[in-house]
């Protein structure tokens, strides 16, 4: 059975930083795929970042870039998303998913397995 369990989330100050990290068990992602997704109240779930097992990786979203840097340890089957110079807007709770049907992808209906999530709020 494969599981995603999320951590690292909280609430931090403008300006702040959090690392959140996404451990998979049950799930061998060889050639496969994780990613972050993030959605925030009245919103539609929107991609952040993907990573590739062998390290191909891409970002989702163009606020995030320069500020957020998705990696992975392979040994821990975890994949990270350090998060810096946070702002009210990426005030959300912030999934892990899984896929392996297609390639490195933002599209959440390209995922087979989802975590729980993890709140970040950011206050002004």
């Known amino acids: 059975q494969v599981q995603l369990v999320e951590s690292g989330g909280g609430s931090v100050q403008t300006g702040g930083s959090l690392r959140l990290s996404c451990t998979a068990s049950?799930?061998?992602?060889?050639?496969?795929?994780l990613g972050w997704f993030r959605q925030a109240p009245g919103t539609e779930r929107e991609g952040v970042a993907a990573?590739?097992?062998?390290?191909?990786?891409?970002y989702c979203a163009d606020s995030v870039l320069g500020r957020f840097t998705i990696s992975q340890d392979n040994a821990k089957n975890t994949v990270y998303l350090q998060m810096n110079s946070l702002k009210p807007e990426d005030t959300a709770m912030y999934y892990c998913?899984?896929?392996?049907?297609?390639?490195?992808?933002?599209?959440?209906?390209?995922?087979?397995?989802w975590g729980q999530g993890t709140q970040v709020t950011v206050s002004s």
């Open positions: 998913a899984a896929g392996r049907k297609y390639s490195i992808t933002c599209r959440a209906s390209q995922y087979d397995y």
């Open positions: 049950g799930y061998n992602y060889s050639g496969n795929y």
């Open positions: 990573i590739t097992r062998d390290g191909g990786f891409t």
